[in-house]
Nanobody, 116 residues
């Protein structure tokens, strides 16, 4: 059983910042990649940012230059620093952990709301 505990969501004004954290524990069998996805009302879930075990990162075009993903391998924790937030960043953000067998695990989601 894998547990993902997310924190850091909330309400912020446009232009503000938030930092999301996700700590993984349990029977992970080696983490390959950790990342964040988001889903806004009426829209499909989309990749926001992802980081692999060797430090390679990928970002959605809409967040490049504003968001930064990092991880602490010793703590099995991934972070998402979100700066210059916009109302269109409003969504439920989900942590995703992919193990070396490419099995994906999801967090429960944390709400991020950006007011204009």
């Amino acid at each position: 059983q894998v547990q993902l505990v997310e924190s850091g969501g909330g309400l912020v004004q446009s232009g503000g910042s938030l930092r999301l954290s996700c700590a993984a524990s349990g029977s992970i069998f080696g983490i390959y990649a950790m990342g964040w996805y988001r889903q806004a009302p009426g829209k499909q879930r989309e990749l926001v940012a992802r980081i692999t075990s060797d430090g390679s990162t990928a970002y959605a075009d809409s967040v490049k230059g504003r968001f930064s993903i990092s991880r602490d391998n010793a703590k099995n924790t991934v972070y998402l620093q979100m700066n210059s937030l916009k109302p269109e960043d409003t969504a439920v953000y989900y942590c995703n952990v992919e193990n070396i067998l490419r099995t994906a695990h999801w967090g429960q989601g944390t709400q991020v709301t950006v007011s204009s």
